[in-house]
């Protein structure tokens, strides 16, 4: 009797202290996230102030000449983020839809293993990949003059996003309860109106949180992108805006910070870029969050 008032007791305990710890652990992280914002306004917030606003804002980064325009940097991070998204978005559900449903047991053994792996390549080795070879075969297959372009960037960064949104929206699509996909069957449908009509419905705000996933990840990417983008700070506002060279926020920030002065107008500038490059991250994760929420509410009504 005494043994098992100990043994609960001893249970209860280690039960409140990992709760404990849990809680914890994500006040921790919510003060990190806190004080690298705080860090980033006190080191950039001074740019709005030693600039003119025309200039901050303005079309040439050019910062010998004082000139810190971050219009074409933006333009460039959204050029290559929209076009990696482009080319990965569909590929990853493509690929989740047919490891979760289609592809035979032993193969989705292999496949998803497979993918982790591919997870873990390191982005200098993918830059140098896209220097060394991928550049080389935009130039000659689309006849540029030079393949370090933003469809480059965005080729790498659809090839580091998928292996996100792959994993994501797999685990979303196998979460998807069993008897969907029974009564649909049972009802007549074909196994592939099943998948899109049911399925996918059904984990639509996991895919939508992979998707979301990806893009973040292409987002925040800096040195494939330093490598293979061709580092031209300019906007090209015409069809063939995807096929010239561009510069990223990131891109800049990682191969400008360690020449400037710190304290120097330049210096506070580069910090100013964060805050802006934090800012577009948090609004995309802001948005998919209501999304999620929406379609959370949305199952729920009609489940009951």
Same mark, same amino acid.
């Given at each position: 009797?005494?043994?098992?008032?100990?043994?609960?007791?001893?249970?209860?305990?280690?039960?409140?202290?990992?709760?404990?710890?849990?809680?914890?652990? !994500?006040?921790?992280?919510? =003060? #990190?996230?806190?004080? %690298?914002?705080?860090?980033? @306004? /006190? *080191?950039? &917030?001074?740019?709005?102030?030693?600039?003119?606003?025309?200039?901050?804002?303005?079309?040439?980064?050019?910062?010998?000449?004082?000139?810190?325009?971050?219009?074409?940097?933006?333009?460039?991070?959204?050029?290559?983020?929209?076009?990696?998204?482009?080319?990965?978005?569909?590929? !990853?559900?493509?690929?989740? =839809? #047919?490891?979760?449903? %289609?592809?035979?047991?032993? @193969? /989705? *053994?292999? &496949?998803?293993?497979?993918?982790?792996?591919?997870?873990?390549?390191?982005?200098?080795?993918?830059?140098?990949?896209?220097?060394?070879?991928?550049?080389?075969?935009?130039?000659?297959?689309?006849?540029?003059?030079?393949?370090?372009?933003?469809?480059?960037?965005?080729?790498?960064?659809?090839?580091?996003?998928?292996?996100?949104?792959?994993?994501?929206?797999?685990?979303? @699509?196998?979460?998807?309860?069993?008897?969907?996909?029974?009564?649909?069957?049972?009802?007549?449908?074909?196994?592939?109106?099943?998948?899109?009509?049911?399925?996918?419905?059904?984990?639509?705000?996991?895919?939508?949180?992979?998707?979301?996933?990806?893009?973040?990840?292409?987002?925040?990417?800096?040195?494939?992108?330093?490598?293979?983008?061709?580092?031209?700070?300019?906007?090209?506002?015409?069809?063939?805006?995807?096929?010239?060279?561009?510069?990223?926020?990131?891109?800049?920030?990682?191969?400008?910070?360690?020449?400037?002065?710190?304290?120097?107008?330049?210096?506070?500038?580069?910090?100013?870029?964060?805050?802006?490059?934090?800012?577009?991250?948090?609004?995309?994760?802001?948005?998919?969050?209501?999304?999620?929420?929406?379609?959370?509410?949305?199952?729920?009504?009609?489940?009951?």
């Amino acid at each position: 009797m005494n043994t098992s008032i100990t043994e609960r007791k001893r249970t209860s305990l280690t039960e409140f202290a990992a709760e404990r710890l849990i809680k914890a652990s !994500g006040a921790v992280a919510i =003060i #990190f996230v806190f004080l %690298i914002f705080a860090f980033l @306004l /006190r *080191e950039g &917030l001074p740019a709005f102030t030693e600039v003119p606003l025309d200039n901050l804002f303005s079309t040439r980064w050019y910062p010998i000449e004082g000139l810190y325009g971050m219009l074409p940097l933006l333009f460039g991070s959204l050029v290559v983020t929209i076009g990696a998204a482009l080319i990965a978005m569909p590929i !990853g559900l493509l690929t989740a =839809i #047919f490891i979760a449903e %289609i592809a035979p047991r032993w @193969l /989705r *053994e292999i &496949l998803k293993p497979m993918i982790e792996i591919v997870a873990g390549i390191p982005s200098v080795v993918l830059g140098f990949f896209g220097v060394a070879v991928l550049s080389s075969v935009v130039r000659q297959t689309l006849n540029l003059p030079t393949g370090l372009t933003a469809f480059t960037g965005a080729l790498i960064l659809a090839y580091m996003a998928l292996p996100t949104i792959v994993s994501v929206a797999e685990d979303a @699509l196998d979460a998807v309860p069993r008897s969907y996909r029974d009564a649909a069957l049972a009802l007549g449908a074909t196994k592939w109106q099943t998948i899109w009509m049911v399925t996918v419905k059904a984990g639509k705000s996991g895919i939508l949180t992979a998707m979301m996933l990806g893009v973040g990840r292409a987002i925040g990417e800096t040195m494939a992108v330093l490598m293979v983008t061709g580092n031209a700070a300019r906007i090209a506002l015409d069809p063939g805006a995807l096929f010239n060279p561009v510069r990223t926020m990131t891109a800049t920030i990682a191969a400008e910070m360690g020449e400037v002065a710190q304290g120097s107008t330049h210096f506070h500038v580069l910090f100013a870029i964060g805050i802006v490059l934090f800012v577009i991250t948090f609004l995309v994760n802001l948005i998919a969050s209501f999304a999620i929420f929406r379609q959370s509410k949305r199952s729920a009504r009609l489940l009951s």
